[in-house]
């Protein structure tokens, strides 16, 4: 981003953080980065329903993680705006060893998972919080950088999005997942002053969806 001058107020920049909409995944798995996942049909009316709550919104840029269920989100906001998608795999899903698995309780607490489950601060069923959050916040700031003065919005998933966010707010990165907060479809607005980050604000546009959303696993 540009540099104000003496005198200048800041240039005032928004990214918003956007987790994409429900997913068709009728057999709960735990699909991960695997291909073929992609939005349900309310996952589809989640989008829609963000990208006419944006559509006053200055957004110049568009960012999507290279999976099919983030780019189907992206779609409608970057089509009301008249922008082209970019897709950075830096906002990818985060790995994870029980990819492509049903995953319930008892399947946890197997022994032959025990190994996967040693060290939850790293964590050691898949990719390490520190990395995640690097990789997000350099997505974050060029996005910032793109869209400096105006808006941007980067459509991600739920770990990434939650680990930029405790990263930025000073938390610990691991965590309980059952508190995240970070639906289907929400938008987390970090909101800059030049290169200097003033605020960060959550919000849920397509909250009148979620109690149809299903409760299976996913990511």
Known sequence: MSQSTPGEAPTTTVVHLMRHGEVYNPEGVLYGRLDGYHLSDLGREMAETVARHLAPNDIVHVVASPLERAQQTAAPIADSHDVEIVTDARVIESENVFEGRTVAKGDILRPANWLHLLNPVRPSWGEPYTQIAARMLAAV?????????????????????????????????????????????????????????????????????????SKSVGA
Request: aromatic share 6%.
């Open 141 to 213: 700031d060029d996005a910032r950088r793109a869209a400096a003065g105006h808006e941007a919005v980067i459509v991600s998933h739920q770990l990434p999005v939650w680990t930029a966010r405790n990263r930025l707010e000073n938390r610990r990165l691991w965590h309980d997942p059952r508190k995240r907060e970070c639906t289907l479809a929400s938008l987390t607005s970090l909101t800059y002053d030049g290169d200097e980050l003033q605020s960060v604000s959550y919000s849920e546009p397509a909250a009148a969806l979620l109690a149809r959303a």
